[in-house]
């Protein structure tokens, strides 16, 4: 819902543009995520996401290294 496009930018690292614009920049605690396969995390990276392209981090547990897993996410904020 809302997502207009994916773009890969490399392992564990997406970008996904949204249909409908934030009124303001996503927060990191405005993200919640899952992903499946493994112990990781999902996260938006803040200093990357702006009110119209959200950038999903998914991380190893000890956030030492991304790594790719099916993964999916929750944004909460108000529209434009």
């Not at 890969?8 to 992903?35: H, K, L, P, S």
């Not at 996410?73 to 529209?79: A, P, T, V």
């Amino acid at each position: 819902f809302n997502i207009t496009s994916r773009t890969d930018e490399g392992t564990g690292d997406y970008d996904y543009t949204v249909t409908n614009a934030f009124a303001n920049q996503i927060e990191d605690g405005a993200c919640a995520g899952m992903a499946f396969g493994g112990a990781t995390v999902v996260r938006a990276g803040v200093a990357e996401t702006t009110t119209t392209v959200i950038d999903i981090k998914c991380n190893d547990m000890n956030a030492d290294a991304l790594e790719d897993r099916v993964h999916g996410f929750m944004i909460f904020g108000d529209l434009a």
